[in-house]
T-cell receptor
Framework: KQEVTQIPAALSVPEGENLVLNCSFT??????LQWFRQDPGKGLTSLLL?????REQTSGRLNASLDKSSGRSTLYIAASQPGDSATYLC?????????FGAGTILRVKS | DGGITQSPKYLFRKEGQNVTLSCEQN?????MYWYRQDPGQGLRLIYY???????QKGDIAEGYSVSREKKESFPLTVTSAQKNPTAFYLC????????????FGEGSRLTVL
Protein backbone atom coordinates (compact mmCIF):
# COMPACT_ATOMS: atom_id res chain seq x y z
CA LYS A 1 0.00 0.00 0.00
CA GLN A 2 1.30 3.44 -0.92
CA GLU A 3 1.47 5.57 2.22
CA VAL A 4 2.94 8.97 3.01
CA THR A 5 3.90 9.90 6.55
CA GLN A 6 4.89 13.28 7.90
CA ILE A 7 6.79 13.72 11.12
CA PRO A 8 6.42 15.59 13.38
CA ALA A 9 2.67 16.19 13.36
CA ALA A 10 3.24 19.58 14.98
CA LEU A 11 6.25 21.77 15.57
CA SER A 12 6.74 25.04 17.46
CA VAL A 13 9.95 27.04 17.04
CA PRO A 14 11.19 30.55 17.91
CA GLU A 15 11.51 33.09 15.14
CA GLY A 16 14.80 32.96 13.25
CA GLU A 17 15.40 29.25 13.72
CA ASN A 18 16.20 26.97 10.80
CA LEU A 19 13.95 23.92 10.69
CA VAL A 20 13.37 20.67 8.82
CA LEU A 21 10.08 18.97 8.05
CA ASN A 22 10.10 15.31 7.10
CA CYS A 23 8.09 13.27 4.63
CA SER A 24 8.50 9.54 4.11
CA PHE A 25 6.85 7.29 1.55
CA THR A 26 6.57 3.52 1.32
CA UNK A 27 6.76 3.04 -2.47
CA UNK A 28 9.87 4.51 -4.09
CA UNK A 29 8.50 4.28 -7.67
CA UNK A 30 7.41 7.90 -7.66
CA UNK A 31 6.92 10.35 -10.52
CA UNK A 32 7.35 13.48 -8.43
CA LEU A 33 6.85 14.92 -4.97
CA GLN A 34 5.22 18.22 -4.08
CA TRP A 35 5.29 20.30 -0.93
CA PHE A 36 2.28 22.45 -0.16
CA ARG A 37 1.40 25.09 2.38
CA GLN A 38 -2.09 25.40 3.85
CA ASP A 39 -3.26 28.29 6.00
CA PRO A 40 -6.20 27.64 8.39
CA GLY A 41 -9.48 27.28 6.51
CA LYS A 42 -7.81 27.84 3.15
CA GLY A 43 -6.78 25.85 0.12
CA LEU A 44 -3.30 24.48 -0.59
CA THR A 45 -0.55 26.51 -2.22
CA SER A 46 2.20 24.68 -4.06
CA LEU A 47 5.65 25.51 -2.71
CA LEU A 48 8.03 23.18 -4.52
CA LEU A 49 7.78 20.28 -6.95
CA UNK A 50 10.64 17.81 -7.28
CA UNK A 51 10.70 15.47 -10.27
CA UNK A 52 11.80 11.91 -9.61
CA UNK A 53 15.08 12.55 -11.47
CA UNK A 54 15.95 15.55 -9.29
CA ARG A 55 17.62 15.63 -5.88
CA GLU A 56 16.43 19.02 -4.67
CA GLN A 57 14.59 22.24 -5.46
CA THR A 58 14.99 25.68 -3.95
CA SER A 59 12.72 28.69 -3.71
CA GLY A 60 13.82 31.60 -1.55
CA ARG A 61 14.23 30.39 2.04
CA LEU A 62 12.81 26.95 1.17
CA ASN A 63 14.81 23.95 0.05
CA ALA A 64 13.28 20.55 -0.59
CA SER A 65 15.34 17.41 -1.06
CA LEU A 66 14.38 14.00 -2.37
CA ASP A 67 15.99 10.62 -1.70
CA LYS A 68 13.97 8.00 -3.54
CA SER A 69 16.09 5.07 -2.42
CA SER A 70 15.36 5.76 1.23
CA GLY A 71 11.80 6.94 0.59
CA ARG A 72 12.33 10.35 2.15
CA SER A 73 11.96 14.03 1.42
CA THR A 74 12.77 16.98 3.63
CA LEU A 75 11.63 20.58 3.50
CA TYR A 76 14.19 22.95 4.97
CA ILE A 77 13.02 26.41 6.02
CA ALA A 78 15.76 28.90 6.74
CA ALA A 79 15.45 31.81 9.16
CA SER A 80 11.84 31.05 10.04
CA GLN A 81 9.34 33.90 10.43
CA PRO A 82 5.92 34.10 12.13
CA GLY A 83 4.40 34.33 8.64
CA ASP A 84 5.67 30.80 7.98
CA SER A 85 3.14 29.47 10.49
CA ALA A 86 0.87 27.09 8.58
CA THR A 87 0.33 23.40 7.85
CA TYR A 88 2.84 21.91 5.43
CA LEU A 89 1.78 18.88 3.39
CA CYS A 90 3.75 16.66 1.08
CA UNK A 91 2.16 14.70 -1.75
CA UNK A 92 3.71 11.90 -3.78
CA UNK A 93 2.63 11.18 -7.34
CA UNK A 94 2.46 7.56 -8.42
CA UNK A 95 1.47 8.08 -12.05
CA UNK A 96 -2.25 7.71 -11.76
CA UNK A 97 -2.70 9.04 -8.26
CA UNK A 98 -1.43 11.55 -5.75
CA UNK A 99 -1.02 10.39 -2.15
CA PHE A 100 -0.99 13.06 0.55
CA GLY A 101 0.53 13.03 3.99
CA ALA A 102 -1.49 14.35 6.93
CA GLY A 103 0.74 17.40 7.27
CA THR A 104 2.94 19.09 9.84
CA ILE A 105 1.45 22.04 11.73
CA LEU A 106 4.18 24.65 12.12
CA ARG A 107 4.05 27.52 14.56
CA VAL A 108 6.80 30.14 14.54
CA LYS A 109 6.76 32.23 17.69
CA SER A 110 7.81 35.88 17.63
CA ASP B 1 -6.12 36.89 -12.40
CA GLY B 2 -6.10 33.18 -13.17
CA GLY B 3 -7.23 30.78 -10.52
CA ILE B 4 -9.80 28.38 -9.13
CA THR B 5 -13.00 29.62 -7.54
CA GLN B 6 -15.00 27.48 -5.17
CA SER B 7 -18.42 28.39 -3.83
CA PRO B 8 -19.99 28.54 -1.39
CA LYS B 9 -17.23 28.86 1.21
CA TYR B 10 -19.55 27.61 3.95
CA LEU B 11 -22.59 25.39 3.51
CA PHE B 12 -25.01 23.83 5.96
CA ARG B 13 -27.14 20.85 5.05
CA LYS B 14 -29.89 18.99 6.75
CA GLU B 15 -29.75 15.24 6.73
CA GLY B 16 -31.35 13.78 3.61
CA GLN B 17 -30.59 16.77 1.40
CA ASN B 18 -28.36 16.85 -1.66
CA VAL B 19 -26.02 19.82 -2.01
CA THR B 20 -23.82 20.94 -4.90
CA LEU B 21 -20.41 22.57 -4.53
CA SER B 22 -19.21 24.73 -7.40
CA CYS B 23 -15.67 24.75 -8.83
CA GLU B 24 -14.66 27.02 -11.72
CA GLN B 25 -11.16 27.52 -13.15
CA ASN B 26 -9.82 29.97 -15.73
CA UNK B 27 -6.34 28.45 -15.97
CA UNK B 28 -7.15 26.52 -19.16
CA UNK B 29 -6.34 23.30 -17.34
CA UNK B 30 -7.56 19.99 -18.73
CA UNK B 31 -7.61 18.06 -15.46
CA MET B 32 -9.74 18.81 -12.41
CA TYR B 33 -10.07 17.06 -9.05
CA TRP B 34 -12.18 16.98 -5.91
CA TYR B 35 -10.62 16.13 -2.56
CA ARG B 36 -12.02 15.74 0.91
CA GLN B 37 -10.01 16.83 3.95
CA ASP B 38 -10.78 15.66 7.49
CA PRO B 39 -8.87 16.76 10.61
CA GLY B 40 -5.58 14.91 11.08
CA GLN B 41 -5.84 13.11 7.75
CA GLY B 42 -4.32 13.62 4.35
CA LEU B 43 -6.45 14.70 1.44
CA ARG B 44 -8.50 11.90 -0.10
CA LEU B 45 -9.54 11.89 -3.75
CA ILE B 46 -13.27 11.80 -4.48
CA TYR B 47 -13.45 12.20 -8.27
CA TYR B 48 -11.22 13.45 -11.05
CA UNK B 49 -11.63 14.42 -14.66
CA UNK B 50 -8.91 14.47 -17.31
CA UNK B 51 -11.07 15.85 -20.08
CA UNK B 52 -14.52 17.27 -20.75
CA UNK B 53 -17.38 14.77 -20.56
CA UNK B 54 -15.22 12.19 -18.82
CA UNK B 55 -14.50 11.54 -15.15
CA GLN B 56 -13.31 8.72 -12.90
CA LYS B 57 -13.98 7.69 -9.32
CA GLY B 58 -11.30 8.29 -6.75
CA ASP B 59 -10.75 6.49 -3.47
CA ILE B 60 -13.94 7.67 -1.72
CA ALA B 61 -16.53 8.27 -4.48
CA GLU B 62 -19.50 6.63 -2.73
CA GLY B 63 -22.24 9.15 -1.96
CA TYR B 64 -20.83 11.76 -4.37
CA SER B 65 -21.47 12.63 -8.01
CA VAL B 66 -19.84 15.00 -10.51
CA SER B 67 -20.22 16.31 -14.05
CA ARG B 68 -17.77 17.86 -16.51
CA GLU B 69 -19.81 19.52 -19.24
CA LYS B 70 -17.37 22.41 -19.67
CA LYS B 71 -13.61 22.58 -19.38
CA GLU B 72 -13.85 25.35 -16.80
CA SER B 73 -16.39 23.74 -14.47
CA PHE B 74 -16.41 20.62 -12.29
CA PRO B 75 -19.29 20.70 -9.78
CA LEU B 76 -19.54 18.16 -6.97
CA THR B 77 -22.86 16.95 -5.58
CA VAL B 78 -22.89 15.50 -2.08
CA THR B 79 -25.89 13.22 -1.99
CA SER B 80 -27.96 11.98 0.91
CA ALA B 81 -26.23 8.62 0.46
CA GLN B 82 -22.98 10.07 1.85
CA LYS B 83 -23.09 8.94 5.48
CA ASN B 84 -20.60 11.39 6.94
CA PRO B 85 -20.48 14.45 4.68
CA THR B 86 -19.24 17.03 7.21
CA ALA B 87 -15.78 17.94 5.91
CA PHE B 88 -13.64 20.49 4.07
CA TYR B 89 -13.85 20.01 0.30
CA LEU B 90 -11.06 21.13 -2.01
CA CYS B 91 -11.13 21.45 -5.78
CA UNK B 92 -7.88 21.39 -7.75
CA UNK B 93 -6.69 21.50 -11.33
CA UNK B 94 -3.57 20.80 -13.39
CA UNK B 95 -2.57 21.13 -17.03
CA UNK B 96 -2.82 17.44 -17.64
CA UNK B 97 -2.97 14.45 -15.34
CA UNK B 98 -0.95 14.54 -12.15
CA UNK B 99 2.47 15.16 -13.67
CA UNK B 100 2.92 18.77 -12.82
CA UNK B 101 1.92 21.42 -10.40
CA UNK B 102 -1.48 21.14 -8.77
CA UNK B 103 -3.46 24.32 -8.12
CA PHE B 104 -6.14 24.45 -5.43
CA GLY B 105 -9.22 26.52 -4.72
CA GLU B 106 -9.91 28.05 -1.31
CA GLY B 107 -12.18 25.20 -0.24
CA SER B 108 -15.79 24.74 0.85
CA ARG B 109 -16.72 23.69 4.37
CA LEU B 110 -19.85 21.56 4.53
CA THR B 111 -21.60 20.97 7.84
CA VAL B 112 -24.53 18.62 8.30
CA LEU B 113 -27.00 19.79 10.92
Amino acid sequence: KQEVTQIPAALSVPEGENLVLNCSFTDSAIYNLQWFRQDPGKGLTSLLLIQSSQREQTSGRLNASLDKSSGRSTLYIAASQPGDSATYLCAVEYGNKLVFGAGTILRVKS
Amino acid sequence: DGGITQSPKYLFRKEGQNVTLSCEQNLNHDAMYWYRQDPGQGLRLIYYSQIVNDFQKGDIAEGYSVSREKKESFPLTVTSAQKNPTAFYLCASSFTGYTGELFFGEGSRLTVL
